[in-house]
């Protein structure tokens, strides 16, 4: 199997591996996009599917929320039965899931189909990591490689607001996951022609337990978080929900203690290397997610944007994304990763801090500037991170490096949905008059509140910018610590 495996690695020209990285990253864009492609949506579901708040939030979660539960399993199932196999099959049940949702009848009918999408990103997208480590031997240009890969696949979900709002403004809210048809057939026939051949590990152990556990953990934790920040609080679903989530995640570690190979080794996090980028990965998606949302719903709802401008407007985080993700890589063994992601996270808070400032301007450009900066900090600490994931497992355990850093990924978008998602329409219902405090969705066009409703608004979009600048602050600081003494390559050391 070995050797069969290096054969592999061996033959490919440098023409083959390149196109098969395109073939890789244009998949790679669509699971990106659907994490906030449905930003700008939003408010046009609750006009044409009636969808309420919470089903508003579910119909955005239940994408990464099925993928994050998923993510383990099948990147250890992918070195069972063959990354090649594990990224066709993904990349089919994606294509299905987008024809199912575009031609949704119902709110929670487009729910179900969110998370069948959720199914197909959760077996392409570790699958397609260790396709890039498989492919790319060489240590420069695997580095330049993942770079890429991870910065499509970031560019992806910031330009899933203004992809949506395009498609919005000349036709109707399915057209935001048919768009995936095509790619999806594109990408079928290509990955047929340019793929690796698959390799199959036989031997290695698969368990499904193990990732129903970890979904019912996610599950109870989401919950509990929407729960926790809704002001008319259910005592006993927020008690539920939490109950839930410590069983699967105590059920979760018990399992992975009697497995002979288990889907997370936690011994793997013992290198701080690999930590600090799991760390980073996380929580840079945290940030980039909550500066989007909430700033894609503040200026259509309170703002009078249409979906096409409040997406074009939010396309300033995704611009400089990839030129500083390319860069990243490139310079990586030169600088080390320090200046590359907390330097990353240190300039998103720069950026942060800048749109709160000029965010009541009379001119949108200083509030773009900082956007722009937020991108360009996102883009430099993305770059490495999957780097320092990859770099620093075990070969052995590639499938798994690859399920955890997709994870990270995947995680930090769903908890910043899940968290912003909640607490603006707490924040605005603090400062909003009673008339209008639990409409947070049309409060701003009563007739005679409508002001002071769009100034709440204002409030708890001000109000969580504080928040997201924060986290960036103490993301620089803990990735800080984890590099500390400023490696400039990720090894497998403790």
């Known amino acids: 199997m070995v050797v069969e495996h290096s054969r592999a690695q061996t033959v490919s020209t440098p023409r083959q591996r390149w196109t098969f990285l395109a073939v890789i990253s244009a998949a790679l864009f669509l699971v990106g996009a659907d994490n906030s492609i449905l930003y700008t949506a ?84 570790p699958a397609s990591l260790a396709l890039v480590r498989i492919t790319f031997t060489n240590v420069r240009e695997r580095n330049l490689a993942i770079a890429i890969w991870m910065s499509v696949a970031v560019v992806g979900a910031a330009a899933g607001p203004v992809l949506g709002g395009l498609l919005l403004e000349f036709f109707w809210w399915g057209s935001v996951f048919l768009i995936n048809v095509p790619v999806v057939i594109v990408t079928l026939i290509a990955t047929l022609v340019v793929a690796p051949p698959n390799i199959a590990n036989p031997h290695k152990h698969w368990d499904l337990i193990s990732s129903v556990w970890a979904m019912l953990a996610m599950v109870g934790l989401v919950m ?26 105590l059920l979760f570690i018990s399992r992975q203690r009697g497995l002979e190979q288990p889907l997370l080794d936690a011994q793997i996090f013992r290198n701080r290397i690999f930590t600090g980028g799991v760390l980073a990965a996380g929580l840079m998606m945290f940030v980039v997610a909550g500066v989007e949302l909430m700033t894609t719903q503040r200026f259509q709802t309170a703002g009078g944007f249409t979906p096409l401008e409040a997406g074009a407007l939010v396309a300033s985080v995704a611009v400089p994304a990839i030129p500083a993700a390319l860069l990243g890589g490139s310079i990586l063994h030169r600088v080390g990763f320090i200046p590359l992601i907390s330097g990353g996270f240190a300039l998103m808070a720069v950026g942060i801090g800048g749109a709160w400032w000029t965010f009541g301007d009379d001119s949108l450009v200083p509030f773009i500037i900082s956007l722009l900066l937020v991108g360009l900090g996102s883009g430099l600490a993305s770059s490495v991170a999957s780097t320092a994931i990859l770099g620093a497992a075990p070969v052995d355990k590639a499938g798994m490096a690859s399920s955890v850093e997709a994870v990270s990924y995947e995680f930090g978008t769903l908890l910043s949905v899940a968290v912003f998602g909640s607490l603006l329409p707490l924040f605005y219902s603090i400062t909003a008059p009673s008339e209008v405090a639990s409409d947070v969705d049309h409060g701003v066009d009563h007739p005679v509140h409508g002001p002071a409703a769009v100034q709440a608004y204002d409030d708890a979009y001000l109000m969580i910018l504080v928040m997201v600048g924060v986290v960036s602050l103490l993301a620089a600081a803990l990735t800080a610590y984890c590099f500390r003494g400023n490696p400039k390559t990720a090894e497998a050391t403790v």
């Open 42 to 125: 939003l408010p046009e579901l609750r006009d044409q599917l009636g969808t309420t708040p919470l089903q508003g939030l579910w119909i955005i979660n239940a994408y990464p929320l099925v993928l994050s539960g998923l993510l383990l399993g099948t990147g250890t199932l992918g070195d069972r039965i063959g990354h090649r196999l594990m990224f066709l099959t993904g990349v089919t049940i994606f294509g299905l899931g987008s024809l199912i949702a575009a031609f949704s009848p119902s709110a929670w009918f487009l729910i179900a189909a969110r998370g069948l999408l959720g199914v197909g990103a959760a077996t392409m997208m």
């Open 224 to 249: 509990a978080i929407k729960e926790l920040a809704n002001p008319d609080r259910a005592a006993w679903l927020l008690v539920t929900s939490t109950i839930v989530g410590v069983i699967g995640l």
